[in-house]
């Protein structure tokens, strides 16, 4: 009987001893990681298409003789901003120029406010960094100049899709006119109401 308890008992802890180097080998063998997930989930009217958010735009090379006096512009160049998903829904917004209200019971309406600090000779330009004697103008696709921090004309986005294009152009300013690489930081900011 003392036989029989003592292989009982042998083969429990030999299970025992072959469990637990089972599990340890799991946590040698195998590769622990982390998936940090995130995201925003908001409720708006259309969704802003991923491409759209980061843009690089490329003025290419300047001739100087195209800016020879304050206020000469060099060719503009076009960026556009592409909304998605764009669903049925009223939508309303008052210009900052005119004080209109715009609105559609059926369509979204938005107004794009873009940031950035202004060149010292010339407000209405965005400052360029690594240069002097030129700015950036923002138009919108009508050609009215963008008012830099103030919210931009309404704009009615139809159902499903739609692009939206704005401008951006060299312009000559007093300050005297360096040759050389240049950048310049734009933000942007979309509004619905």
Not at 153 to 173: A, D, H, I, K, M
Request: glycine share 10%.
């Amino acid at each position: 009987m003392k036989l029989h308890k003592a292989k009982v008992l042998g083969c429990l802890l030999l299970a025992l001893m072959a469990r637990a180097h089972a599990a340890d080998e799991e946590d040698v063998e195998g590769m622990v990681g982390m998936l940090n997930i995130s995201g925003s989930m908001h409720e708006t009217p259309c969704s802003l298409e991923m491409s759209s958010l980061h843009q690089t735009i490329d003025l290419g090379a300047i001739s100087a003789g195209q800016l020879q006096r304050p206020g000469d512009q060099a060719t503009s160049v076009a960026f556009q901003l592409r909304f998605n998903d764009c669903r049925r829904t009223a939508g309303s917004i008052t210009s900052e120029r005119t004080g209109n209200l715009t609105w559609s019971a059926f369509q979204p309406v938005l107004s794009v406010a873009f940031m950035a600090p202004a060149d010292a000779d010339d407000p209405r330009l965005v400052k360029v960094q690594g240069i002097t004697g030129m700015g950036l103008r923002l138009t919108d696709a009508l050609g009215r100049d963008v008012q830099l921090g103030s919210r931009g004309e309404p704009l009615f986005l139809p159902l499903g899709g739609s692009t939206q294009t704005w401008n951006v152009q060299p312009t000559r300013t007093s300050a005297p006119l360096t040759s050389g690489a240049f950048r310049a930081v734009v933000d942007f900011r979309l509004n619905y109401e």
